[in-house]
């Protein structure tokens, strides 16, 4: 009899195979249609999931503009926050990437000020009326007519003084005549000289001021010009001029560049969390943890490693449980997936770690025992609160009466600039049968029975952050925010 080949269950895994092989359209309602169903879930494999789409979706973007570039991004991040809108990381980034290409466009207009003027001759186009485009050391302020220049037909003459001779304002050897005479003022667009005697130096706006004029103090050689040259642009001017020949800065390979580099931080944010963990674990302390975390479980291990302690570890039933009890027997999720599939954990009992496991109920009980609590937050929010698997509520408060401090471990994708103004809008509910079970037909009819899956925990009740950064009080998480978020893309 023929093996039945079983399909495997839709999650992030097939989802990239998928995204490999398929249109970015078919991709994107593939996303969409898997958040709803919530079979991707979890801010990590949501993180990943989006931003390997953001990806394909920039690299098969064909236009070159950048303003439909930012709007094809923010059109998939409006579809992607509407398809499951509690799964923030979804939205960090699409906020993340939007501010990527907002800021590689900025650098390269700053860097190819004129590339737009450009002329179909290789050189900017110049104005006498207006000043010069170029980055000078004038201000802009400052009328054309305060520049020095090279004397003109019309501005000098010698008829002024010695009663009008028609000839006098031309050629070279008047102009020395009138500079013998009567020496330049010096201005502040001027140069010094040594003596009267001397000729006069002109700046480099006089220059841009009149283009078409000769300079008799030009070199090399004196009083010529290169016959490469354009007329009026002497080789000081072209010094000026970026070179028309250079290569325009790829907006589109340096946006891919730094998603890929977003890649890059979510597979290292977890080890550079755990790398903070000697400053925060000591020996003999008693650690209380709850659910099942990754970032946590690598936060311990790299900690187990040189010290030993007891860790507390709170089941969080009826959600999460099953992924606790994984994690305190095999060192990983039961439900892991993506990359972290071909690693083998060891779990902290392995390590000489003694890990207790008690239930949510007995949380105050314990409390007094315990030197540190550990949470791993679903969300942060920018004034310093987060959003938290359901139970993180009650340990903080315990730890609260307490005087316990509690430590949040989080990677800086899970940071939203989204402010908490209705917290009931912040949390989900599951499935209330695996709080009272449907064949209890008497109990069932006559409550109403609720299944939170998150809590929200405000930022007075945490003591400390530590991100992939570096760790912070919650009070400077709006800072972290303001660097990594523009302000015009916190609304999508």
């Known amino acids: 009899m023929p093996s039945v080949m079983l399909a495997p269950t839709p999650g992030i895994a097939t989802f990239l195979k998928h995204l ?3 249109p970015v359209d078919a991709s994107i309602e593939n996303f969409v249609s898997l958040l709803k169903r919530r079979q991707i879930r979890s801010s990590r494999p949501c993180a990943i999931a989006t931003t390997h789409l953001l990806l394909k979706v920039v690299a098969t973007f064909r236009d070159r503009d950048v303003a439909k570039l930012v709007e094809r991004i923010r059109s998939v991040g409006q579809q992607l926050i509407a398809a499951q809108p509690r799964e923030m990381a979804v939205g960090n980034i699409v906020r993340r990437v939007l501010g990527l290409v907002r800021e590689i466009a900025e650098d390269d207009a700053d860097e190819n000020p004129d590339s737009t003027s450009m002329g179909d001759s290789g050189y900017l186009p110049y104005s006498n ?36 001779d028609d000839n006098s304002g ?34 480099l706006f006089g220059l841009l001021s009149h283009p078409h004029t000769p300079s008799p103090t030009a070199t090399p050689p004196l009083g010529t010009q290169s016959p490469v040259m354009k007329p009026g642009l002497t080789s000081r001017v072209l010094a000026t001029i970026p070179d028309a020949s250079a290569a325009k800065v790829d907006i589109k390979a340096e946006v891919l560049e730094g998603i890929r580099e977003l ?12 790398a903070y963990a000697l400053d925060h674990i000591h020996s003999n302390e008693i650690i209380l943890t709850h659910t099942s975390s990754t970032t946590v479980q690598r936060f311990l291990l790299a900690a187990a490693r040189k010290r030993k302690f007891t860790v507390i570890h709170a089941e969080a039933y009826p959600n999460d449980y099953l992924e606790t009890h994984a994690t305190i027997m095999q060192g990983r999720q039961k439900s892991a997936v993506g990359d972290d599939e071909d690693e083998r954990w060891s779990p902290l009992t392995a390590l000489g770690i003694t890990v207790i496991m008690i239930p949510d109920s007995a949380v105050f009980a314990i409390m007094s025992r315990v030197n540190k609590v550990i949470l791993s937050p679903h969300t942060v929010l920018a004034n310093g609160g987060l959003v938290a698997a359901a139970g993180a509520l009650t340990i903080a408060q315990a730890a609260s009466v307490h005087k316990t401090p509690v430590i949040a ?4 994708y899970k940071l939203s600039p989204v402010y908490p103004f209705d917290t009931e809008e912040l949390i989900e509910y599951g499935d209330a049968g695996r709080v009272a079970e449907f064949q209890d037909g008497e109990m069932v009819e006559s409550i109403e029975v609720v299944n939170p899956l998150f809590d929200y925990v405000s930022a007075d009740l945490v003591d400390l952050y530590i991100t992939n950064l570096g ?4 009070s400077y998480l709006y800072r972290i925010v303001a660097d990594h978020y523009r302000a015009e893309d916190v609304n999508l």
């Open 20 to 22: 490999k092989h398929n």
């Open 129 to 164: 009326l207006e000043p010069s485009g170029l980055p000078t050391h004038f201000s802009n302020f400052s009328p054309p007519k305060h520049g020095s220049a090279l004397p003109q037909k019309s501005g000098l003459s010698q008829s002024d003084s010695n009663g009008g």
């Open 170 to 203: 031309q050629g070279a050897v008047a102009v020395e005549k009138q500079l013998d005479r009567r020496p330049p003022l010096l201005t502040s667009h001027t140069s010094y000289v040594a003596s009267a005697m001397a000729p006069q130096v002109t700046s």
């Open 263 to 274: 890649l890059d931080e979510l597979d290292q944010a977890d080890d550079q969390i755990a």
């Open 409 to 412: 471990v989080s990677g800086v």
């Open 471 to 474: 760790g912070h009080a919650p």
